[in-house]
């Protein structure tokens, strides 16, 4: 075997990897920890989520998690309360003794743990370690938030609980692991495929939690409709300033053709781009899932097609759509690869994703600014460094990057906006509402006001920020 390759992360199934798996677990947990056989197997193998890490054709490490359904009766063995929602159990996490300093199974199980909250939305992840000879264990776990929960067994079968529950504590859960997989990927880490692709691939959509993220508001939740609303249609007027050159650039299919809206919002926005000339004689639609921005677009914007879905439920037919376009969307969603797929399925081979977003990446400002940026975005579950990360989940998912232009707003404007090539100068007011919306999460108020003063104060208080069109066509 060649250890100077650096490992693949691949999702394998128990039918194609199930006697390597187990042959990898012999040699570390037999050879080196003396476990007897039994141990070595889970009754949930064949249905668990593998994640391997193979080096030159071999496994060199892996990780397994299972899915547990409310009223299983494995849970209540470990003392394991009901929940409304699944259970996920994560363990046989295993590497060959030289792998082990590259931190192989950290990397591909942070990650792990981070896309089964995206996909699963589980309501629990627990964990258990024998008490005669892995306790050591116990504050490895303890370090990546799990606690104590119950001494189950008796002999040499006693086991350790530790689990991971509750509203706040699974938030706080997802937030470490996604900072932690940013941290390893910015090191150079081992990429982890998409399970949601692989969960699709092996027609195991039932694990999805569509519903449960789709109820999921992150965006909304921060705000009131009546302040909201304005600030949205201000927003949309400026937008369509800076997309009209962008929509004529784009090879949209010619009329008669369709386009779905993802996110309409209040409407504003949709209603002024399906009068562009790139859509003359197409059949525009929208989705909204917030019940109070769909009923105000219904009420101002009574032709325009508006309906209830979400990114990761359209409700639309397969192949049925010739354009789907996110409109600062996908850095509000929990589930990017979810919504992903949900599109590749809806677009007709050859179609068109369009996706205008910001990127936080591309902040240019004070250190103070800073700061209270990288503070908001560890506390808010969407993404909105995603855009960085886009062209390569797409591909995932069969879509190609055709076009991709960036335009940047800052301040300097005396008045009105001003537009110049690929930039937009604002009033400095202006400039600073772009931002207004970190105030409103929890932990971020102290730090906003100080930015706040020191950005209409200081004479380098001057910042920038972009925002992307991203065009991605479906690969037939």
Known sequence: MDHSREPEARWLTWDEAGEAMLDLRRRVFLGEMNWPEKRIHRDRDPEGLHLCAVSGGEIVAAISAYVYEPGAPELAALELAATD?????IGMRVELPEYRGRLVTAQIGTSMLRQICEVLLPSRFFVYVHADSLLHLVDRYARRNFTYHAQVGSGPDTVVVMKV????????FYLKHRDLTRKYAAEGGIPVPSLARFLAEQKREDLFAASGLGAENHYLGQFRLDTEAPR???QGRLILGEQRQRLTMTPFPPAPAS????GSGPGDYLAAVAGEPPFAGYRVRGIEPAPELLARARSVYPDVDIRPGTAYATGEPDSSQDVVTANFVFVHLRSPDLALLEIRRILRPGGLLYVVDVNDATLVGPEIIQRMMETYNRRYA???LLLNDLPARAEEFGFELVRRF??????????????GEDEIRLGKADAWSLLSFVRTQSGCEEIFDAARDHFFAAPDGRISLSFETHVYRLRP
């Open 232 to 234: 949205l249609a201000s």
């Open 165 to 172: 529950e509750g509203e706040e504590e699974l938030e706080e």
């Open 85 to 89: 929602g699944p259970s996920v159990a």
């Open 406 to 419: 960036s335009t940047t707003l800052r301040d300097g404007a005396d008045g009105p906006p001003v537009f």
């Open 382 to 384: 969407g993404d909105r």
């Open 259 to 262: 386009l779905l809206d993802l």
